[in-house]
């Protein structure tokens, strides 16, 4: 990407959105910099993005998505497993048919609601892809680089796709016959599907995505038939009797037990996950970004939880609620089963299982890979401008490469049973920590935009939602400290119940220590300043990385190198909570003049 004087490129930025970056990028971080431009690159205050990755106005990736994409991106991310194993495990965390039908539809309302306040965010900011990597970064702009540098460090070390990836491979050897695999055998086709989708992915956008709108819309139909079939069965046209007394006492049974409720409501979160994944993507819309995030996004979530409540009370009104409870995650092949017969629970449903795990971690990738290459394009990680390259197919291959080693490891290394199920319980603490500050973020932002006196922005999430939203993400961090029924050791693992929270804090603990060490006690010690130096790649990708400069003689040669670039312009003093002063050197005065890097010093 060719970038342009500041004069056009303001033209580019959508918006209200436009105006709070630029605003932000001055009054929420305090710089005392020198600025120095690579390979002619003239951006304003607004695309340096001082603090983040530098503003993109056209994705390298093209801009391959549209209203259908978005709402079948939707259904694929939110409609994996889950449908077909979590409403047996559900009812028996809930104890009732009743309460497990209010629990899909609160799950509805959670998605509603968090959904409301992504697309006030992705208002915010409609060139930016990578979501929440975004959002903390522009939001949270203090401590210098904490929340990027830790917000990449959980993504990078806990964003992984195993767990489908292991469902898909158990469902597909069940339809292929072989009821008892080894885990070795489990854990081979699990890698080996997961590299089918990588390569997908990384050869092409436009193909991966359209592979990914075929699945989305096989599963759909998948879920529809059940629900279909489930009508059928209460108006009395198959072999099940009774299927309406399975609904006369509803609320029988209801368990109210904190820590069974807390599960609950995590598998519910679980299952409708994935509302937000057009935010991952949002640079690459055409047209009117923000009207099509929000109606293909309010399409997809509705239809969702029609599907999904509907879904049950198939299940329901074909399998008894002392069975639903006792099939755990298997009430799906036990309703097939019941209807069509023993072939049908034995090869039709697992074969359908594992199209929809696929489908999910593919559209999973797709989005996930923007993440991580936002991420990279911050500079937190090593290797910045490698990660932040599209090269060779224009789409996100080094970072897909990576991610396909990560959740190589995940899958291959810890031994099957608990330590597998520790480490897909241990995703979860650290993300809802980081929904709650998402949420508060929201009411910052707000708060900024008031005090510059700027619109509202063209989308903006009812307060009731926020407040609840926050609510459920406070419960769900509470209840797992809440000891289940059987005692200490008496959960989904062999050891201590709350070890997975646990260990997201001391990981979280960690980062800071990690980040105080590398961003305050290191500069001080050995007495350089941190700065943010822009590159561009082959391809036009924009990305920071890292440098230090010493304040003795071993800095003399980037400074000297400052020097040359010749008279430099004062940019105007803006006026905030932080005190500013943007220094920009002239552009070169001929072509023989190479211009060094543009680096933002930063100093912790």
Not at 40 to 59: C, Q, R, T, W
Not at 216 to 223: C, E, G, L, Q, R
Not at 470 to 483: D, E, T
Not at 506 to 522: D, K, N, Q, S
Request: with cysteine; aromatic share 14%.
């Amino acid at each position: 990407m060719a970038a342009s004087p500041a004069s056009a490129k303001s033209k580019s930025l959508a918006g209200n959105a436009s105006v709070m970056t630029a605003v932000e990028s001055q009054s929420r971080f305090s710089i005392d910099s020198e600025m120095i431009f690579t390979h002619g690159i003239a951006l304003d205050a607004a695309h340096k993005n001082a603090g983040g990755a530098p503003v993109e106005d056209e994705s390298p990736m093209g801009k391959e998505m549209g209203w259908w994409s978005l709402v079948l991106l939707n259904f694929s991310i939110m409609i994996g497993t889950g449908i077909f194993s979590i409403p047996g495990t559900l009812v028996k965390q809930t104890g009732s048919i009743g309460l497990a039908l209010i629990y899909w539809f609160i799950g509805f309302l959670i998605a509603m609601a968090g959904f409301s306040y992504y697309i006030e965010l992705a208002a915010a900011y409609p060139d930016r892809a990578g979501a929440d990597v975004v959002y903390f970064e522009q939001v949270y702009k203090r401590p210098k680089f904490f929340f990027p540098a830790t917000y990449a460090a959980i993504t990078l070390l806990l964003g992984f796709n195993s767990s489908t990836c292991i469902i898909f491979a158990q469902y597909a050897l069940y339809a292929h016959g072989d009821e008892h695999p080894s885990d070795w055998v489990q854990r081979g086709i699990a890698v080996a599907m997961y590299a089918v989708v990588c390569l997908c992915v990384m050869l092409s956008t436009r193909w991966s995505l359209r592979l990914s709108n075929v699945f989305s819309v096989v599963k759909v139909i998948a879920v529809l038939f059940v629900v279909v079939v489930g009508w059928v069965v209460l108006a009395g046209g198959t072999k099940v009797e009774g299927a309406r007394s399975h609904f006369k006492q509803p609320f029988k049974g209801t368990n109210s037990n904190p820590n069974d409720l807390a599960s609950a409501l995590v598998n519910i979160y679980y299952c409708y996950s994935g509302f937000n994944g057009s935010n991952m993507v949002v640079n690459e819309v055409s047209g009117n970004k923000i009207w099509k995030l929000k109606t293909s996004g309010f399409m997809a979530i509705s239809c969702v939880c029609f599907l999904y409540m509907f879904a049950n009370v198939a299940y329901f009104a074909a399998v008894p609620v002392e069975e639903a409870k006792a099939s755990g995650q298997l009430i799906a092949a036990v309703f097939f089963t019941k209807i069509f017969g023993e072939y049908a629970g034995k090869k039709v449903l697992p074969a359908l299982i594992s199209l929809s795990a696929f489908g999910n971690v593919l559209s999973s990738t797709i989005c996930q890979a923007r993440m991580v290459r936002e991420i990279a394009r911050q500079g937190v990680v090593p290797f910045s401008a490698f990660f932040s390259s599209t090269k060779p197919f224009g789409t996100p291959a080094p970072v897909i490469v990576f991610m396909f080693l990560i959740n190589t490891i995940v899958v291959v290394a810890p031994p099957a049973g608990d330590a597998f199920i520790f480490l897909i319980s241990l995703q979860v603490y650290p993300l809802r920590l980081f929904d709650v500050l998402l949420i508060v973020g929201v009411w910052v932002l707000r708060r900024r935009r008031q005090r510059a006196g700027i619109p509202r922005l063209e989308f903006q999430a009812w307060n009731i939602a926020l407040v609840f939203a926050i609510l459920i993400c406070l419960f769900i961090l509470v209840m797992p400290w809440v000891p289940p029924k059987t005692g200490q050791f008496g959960g989904s693992v062999s050891f201590w119940y709350a070890t997975a929270p646990a260990t997201g804090i001391g990981i979280l603990v960690a980062c800071f220590i990690y980040w105080y060490v590398w961003a305050r006690a290191l500069p001080r010690f050995f007495d350089y300043t941190i700065c943010e130096e822009i590159t561009r790649g082959e391809n036009g990708e924009l990305s920071k990385r890292f440098v230090r400069v010493y304040n003795d003689e071993r800095g003399d040669e980037w400074r000297k190198r400052k020097g040359h670039e010749g008279e430099e312009e004062e940019l105007p003093k803006a006026t905030g909570a932080d005190d500013i002063e943007l220094n920009e050197p002239s552009r070169p005065k001929s072509a023989d003049q190479a211009p060094p890097q543009l680096t933002v010093s930063l100093t912790p």
